[in-house]
C-alpha cells in the first residue's frame, strides 16, 4: 500500500511540473501583447494593378541618400544590402544591381535621387547599358538608429523609355508611434522569431536592422504584380 502512494505521487508530481512547464509556455503571449491597429502606409502610387507586359528586367540604382547626414553614411551598407535582399524576394522583376562606380562612369554621379533634375541622356543612357525596360530609384530619406527608431525611404520605379512611373512610395516610420509599433511587432512574430512564443516581439523597436527590415517589406509589397 505505501509502495503504491509512492507510486501516485511521483505520478502526481510528474504531472503537476509537466502542467507547470506547459502553462508557462501557453501564457507567454499574455506577457507580450500586442494591441491596436496596424501602420498602413498611405504615400504609395501605383499606375496599374498590375505591371505592363513589356517591364520585366529593372535596373536598380545604387541607394540614395544626405552625404552630410553622418547617420545615414554610417548606415549606408546594412541598409543597402537589407533593401536589395528584400526587393529581390519579391520576385516581380528580373533585377540588375549596379555599382555606384559604374553609375558615375555612365552619369558623371554615383548616386541619384529621383527628385533632381536628371541628365537628358540619363534614360537612354541606362537602357543602352544594361538592356532594362524599368529603372528603381531608391533613396534613404530619413535615418535614425536610436530608440525611437526613425527611417525614412523614398522609392520610384520608372519606365526606361520616357521614365513614366510605374510606382513610388515615400513614407517615414516611426518606432514611437504606435501602430508603427504594432506593425513591427507583428511582422517579427510572423517573419523573424523562429519561436514566437518565447521571444519578446518588442525587441525589433531596438534592432536598427531588423526594424529597417519590416519597413522596406511593408513598402516593397505594395509594387504591382504581373
Same mark, same amino acid.
Given at each position: 500500500?505505501?509502495?503504491?502512494?509512492?507510486?501516485?505521487?511521483?505520478?502526481?508530481?510528474?504531472?503537476?511540473?509537466?502542467?507547470? &512547464?506547459?502553462?508557462?509556455?501557453?501564457?507567454? /503571449?499574455?506577457?507580450?501583447?500586442?494591441?491596436?491597429?496596424?501602420?498602413? /502606409?498611405?504615400?504609395?502610387?501605383? !499606375?496599374?494593378?498590375?505591371? /505592363?507586359?513589356?517591364?520585366?528586367? +529593372?535596373?536598380?540604382?545604387?541607394?540614395?541618400?544626405?552625404?552630410?547626414? $553622418?547617420?545615414?553614411?554610417?548606415?549606408?551598407?546594412?541598409?543597402?544590402?537589407?533593401?536589395? $535582399?528584400?526587393?529581390?524576394?519579391?520576385?516581380?522583376? !528580373?533585377?540588375?544591381?549596379?555599382?555606384?562606380?559604374?553609375?558615375?562612369?555612365?552619369?558623371?554621379?554615383?548616386?541619384?535621387?529621383?527628385?533632381? +533634375?536628371? /541628365?537628358?541622356?540619363?534614360?537612354?543612357?541606362?537602357?543602352?547599358?544594361?538592356? +532594362?525596360?524599368?529603372?528603381?530609384?531608391?533613396?534613404?530619406?530619413? =535615418?535614425?538608429p536610436y530608440p525611437p527608431i526613425k527611417i525614412g525611404w523614398r522609392f520610384k520605379l520608372t519606365t526606361a523609355t520616357n521614365g513614366d512611373v510605374l510606382w513610388s512610395a515615400d513614407e517615414t516610420f516611426d518606432a514611437g508611434f504606435a501602430p508603427?509599433?504594432?506593425?513591427?511587432?507583428? =511582422?517579427?512574430?510572423? &517573419?523573424?522569431?523562429?519561436?514566437?512564443?518565447? !521571444?519578446?516581439?518588442?525587441?525589433?523597436?531596438?534592432?536598427?536592422?531588423?526594424?529597417?527590415?519590416?519597413?522596406?517589406?511593408?513598402?516593397?509589397?505594395?509594387?504591382?504584380?504581373?
Open positions: 500500500m505505501a509502495r503504491f502512494a509512492r507510486l501516485i505521487s511521483a505520478k502526481d508530481l510528474w504531472i503537476c511540473l509537466l502542467g507547470l &512547464h506547459l502553462c508557462g509556455c501557453s501564457t507567454k /503571449p499574455l506577457t507580450d501583447p500586442i494591441i491596436g491597429p496596424d501602420f498602413v /502606409p498611405a504615400n504609395i502610387f501605383q !499606375e496599374a494593378a498590375k505591371l /505592363p507586359p513589356t517591364v520585366r528586367r +529593372a535596373v536598380v540604382l545604387p541607394l540614395g541618400f544626405d552625404p552630410s547626414d $553622418s547617420l545615414a553614411i554610417a548606415g549606408r551598407d546594412t541598409l543597402e544590402s537589407l533593401f536589395r $535582399s528584400e526587393l529581390s524576394k519579391q520576385g516581380k522583376l !528580373e533585377l540588375a544591381f549596379i555599382s555606384p562606380e559604374q553609375l558615375r562612369l555612365w552619369t558623371g554621379r554615383e548616386r541619384w535621387d529621383f527628385q533632381e +533634375a536628371l /541628365p537628358k541622356s540619363f534614360l537612354a543612357s541606362i537602357r543602352e547599358k544594361t538592356g +532594362a525596360d524599368a529603372i528603381f530609384f531608391p533613396y534613404l530619406s530619413l =535615418y535614425s508603427v509599433s504594432n506593425s513591427a511587432r507583428r =511582422y517579427s512574430r510572423s &517573419h523573424l522569431n523562429k519561436t514566437p512564443v518565447l !521571444e519578446d516581439s518588442r525587441a525589433i523597436l531596438l534592432s536598427p536592422s531588423a526594424f529597417a527590415q519590416y519597413t522596406l517589406s511593408a513598402l516593397l509589397e505594395s509594387i504591382p504584380g504581373r
